[in-house]
Every structure is written in structure tokens, then in C-alpha cells.
């Protein structure tokens, strides 16, 4: 029997109850032919390859990392807090020392997820890998971690929800903003005031080929991490950036995502996009678990591959190692950036339009965030959407000081009830959301 090196724990759960539409791109199919595949390739039955059952997510879960609006109920189904109980799972198998890594193959998807949820956008209604890992903190104590987006969309909620937070790395290789939904993931995208260059955003060219996701990894992420040094390393492993999928525009393919997974050598791997339904994911996926468990990959290939698909032109490559050296540069100096943008100020606010593609839902949000050099800073939004909800959210971070939860629990107690349709406040360092 053929045993893999390194013990590797699968989490699988197709939803086959969830799809935004029968044919939506998002839809259970995108699952159903991996699944076939793992069992024709007898990945089972390799010795170390550990197939886990998901776990159900609580409320309490996901109100750790999120603000439903109007409440939990009515924005989140039963198979969402399937796929993240799932990356709880995959979690829990890795820090337990069960397996020594773990993919959660899940859906439906949660990188687009912000903060605050109106409803879903980007296929997304909670964010997933957000959940298991405020879960993992929870559980197990401070936990430095860095997320690394490999998804072809930029993973805007995720960068959401950790923009102000030193102990959460998040990097993000996608294509363009300019060229793709959501419209963001720029190099001036850094970080929260109190948390600047702890937000690395990779804006890649559309035809970016295989050269130029690993030219990336190689030269830019693994060095931030090397000098990050986290306790676990997450990938977002999105698999629209496959040179097959139909809403998207580069040149990825099977062997490229295996020898991704091999550079990064993720503790945890997290399915995101990829719509290639039966031309990418069940090679895509297989490809990833080899090389997690550091079992040979190289006859892992799609039946249309060729070098030409995977191929990208000279002037994007120049372009990609001019955009490494500059965001590396930007990394190397992120102290000294955020002393120019903090110099003087109390606080800083930034207004946003975030929009929910799946049901034309329009929200405005207005964010202050105090700045602080002993925690990441009282943080309140005032949000409000063109359905007519307007709320105030109040969010205490983990080891909040005493000047940002003495403010943000009277604002919480004093804000005008009157003005909005609820007020909360999410205090992350008692694991606790209150309402008005």
C-alpha cells in the first residue's frame, strides 16, 4: 500500500441542498466531480490520507467573527455553517496532531464575507476561514496566522474582518480589481492604522501564467513569511485562477496549484472559488492533496494541458517582479508608513460602498478606528444599506487596552437607539455579541 510522507486529513461536503440558481456557477456540481475523482485515483486508500466528517458551526461562531443584519437567522443556512464547521474540522484534525496538515473541500465559499453580512455577495454569506480561525483562538490560545489568498478574486472580506490586526497576516494574489470583481486588492490596500502592512495585496495582470503565481510565492510571500513567522499558515485555495474557468482570465493549472501548495506548505488548505467544473477542480484538488501529503504529483494533468496554456508573455513578467520588489519594499518599511499616515491624528475614518452582487443590495459604511500603539484599536461603523437598515457596530478587539473598551462600551450604552435599526457590540476579548 502507498503511504504518504505527511499525514493529511480531507474534509468533504459538497452542500447538496445549497445553489443560488440550478445553474449557477456556484452549484453542488463543482464538487461532485472532485469527489468522483479522489475515489477513481484511490486517494482513500492511501496509508495517512484521513477523510474527516464536518462538524456543524454554532451561532456563537459565527457572531465571533460576524454581524448579521437584520439577525443570524435569517442570513445564514444550514450549509453554511456546514462548510465552516468543515474548516473547523480540518482545524481542529491539524492542532489536535491527528494529521500534519488538512483541506477542507467545501462550499459554499466565504472570502467575499465582511464583517457585517446584509446578504450574499461574491457566492459568499460567512466567511469561512474567519471562522475557524477566531474558532482556533478560542479554543487554543493566541495564535499568530497568516492567510495567503490564492483565489483568482481578490478576498475582500477576509481583509475585511482582519485590517486591523497584527497578528493576522493576510496576503492576497488575484487577478487585477480593475479587470474583475470585487474591484479591489491594491497595493495601497495595507492595513488598518494601527496595523499597516499586515494587508498585502498581489494585483496580478490578466494572462497571468503559471511562472508568475510562483515567481510571487517565491520571491515575495515566502519571505514576508519567513520574517512573519506564524504559527499557521491558512491558504485560501481558490481555483479560479485555472487557465479553464469561465469567469475569470488566467493561466493556471493542476501541476501549478500542487507546486504552490508544496512552496507554501500550508498547515490548513480552505476551497474557495474555481468554476472549471469538470476541466480544473477534480485535477486541481487531486493535485493539492499530493502535494500536502508529499506524494509525487507530476502525472496529475488535465487532458487539453499544454505549455502555451500556461504561458505568459515577457511584459507581464517584468511587470510582476517590479510589483514584487515594490510591495516586499513597502512590507520591509511598514512602520515607518504607518507613523506618516497615524502622525497627529486620534483617529482615522475611511467611508466604503460595498456592494452585494447577488441581490443588488447597496450598503455605505462610514469606520473610525482610534489609533492606538497598545491594541489594535476601538473600531465602530456606522452602516446603513439602500434597503433601509442602519446600524451601529462596535468592535472590541482581543486584548482590548483599557482607553478603547472604556470608549467603545460607553458609545455601545450611549448611541441614539432612535437612530438606528439596532446597535451592537462584538467583543472578541470576552467571546461575546450584545444588541439594542
Known sequence: MLKAPRRVGLVFFPAYDWAISPTHPEREERLLYTQDQIWEEGILDIEGIVEYRPQLASPRDVERVHICVPDLESRVTQSDLIAAGGAMTAAEAVLQGEVERAFAIIRPPGHHAHRIVYANRGFCNINNEAIMIEYIRQKYGPKKVAIVDTDCHHGDGTQDIYWHYRDTLFISLHQDGRTLYPGTGFLNEFGGPNACGYTLN?????????????????????????????????????????????????????????????????????????????GALPYVNVGIILALAGLDYSYVREPDYSSVRVSQPKEISEYIARLCKETYAAWRNREDIRARLVRGKKEVTRQRHIYYDTVGLLEFQKETTLVCDECPGLTFIDSYSDRGEHILAVFLPRKTCKRCREEGENLYRRADIKKYTAIFLQDRENDTLLRR
Not at 496580478?204 to 510565492?217: K, R
Not at 519571505?223 to 506564524?230: A, D, N
Not at 504552490?260 to 488548505?269: R, V
Request: proline share 9%; net charge negative; aromatic share 10%.
Open 202 to 278: 498581489i494585483p496580478l495582470p490578466p494572462e497571468t501564467g503559471e511562472e508568475g503565481f510562483l515567481y510571487v510565492i517565491e520571491n515575495l510571500v515566502l519571505p514576508v513569511l519567513e520574517e512573519f513567522k506564524p504559527d499557521l499558515i491558512i491558504n485560501s485555495a481558490g481555483q479560479d485562477n485555472h487557465y479553464t474557468d469561465p469567469i475569470t482570465n488566467m493561466r493556471f493549472s493542476a501541476q501549478g496549484y500542487a507546486r504552490l501548495n508544496e512552496l507554501l506548505k500550508p498547515d490548513i488548505a480552505v476551497l474557495e472559488g474555481g468554476y472549471s467544473i469538470e
